[in-house]
């Protein structure tokens, strides 16, 4: 009797090992280069040109006037990379970190630049300006 094609494959394989990758239990598969994962931003670097607030297609980023910097929500993020291009500075990047899963939504792992960050660099401006104003008047 002759064995259909299909069979043969079939019983051929079943003999070979596994092609998968049993994550958690391995790594995971190695990213390419280039990979577009979690977005990370310098905030020291940031000038508050907010660029990357008009390109975001997915209103992720957010201005904050007082401060003169960004803040990211990155729940909304569809990694498209479009603000790491166009910041004039270099201040924002996307890093190989792609296990992101949280059962919170505004998990810290998904914010840049939190509220307490913000009154931090509040705080500090006004000393800076407090200083300067200090600094005229000797
Ligand atoms: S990668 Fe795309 S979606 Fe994510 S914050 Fe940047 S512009 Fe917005
Ligand atoms: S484009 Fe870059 S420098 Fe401009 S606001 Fe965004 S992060 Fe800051």
Redesign the pocket.
Known sequence: MKVPPTLSTVLGNLFKKPATNPFPESEPVPVPEGFRGKLN?DVE?????????MVCPAGV?E?VPEVK??TFWLGRCVFCQQ?VD????N??WMSDEFLLATTDKYDDNLRWLKGEEIAELKRKLEEEKRAKEAAKKE
């Open positions: 931003y670097k940031c000038v508050g040109c907010r660029l990357c607030v980023i201005y910097k960004v603000c166009v910041c004039p500075v201040a924002l």
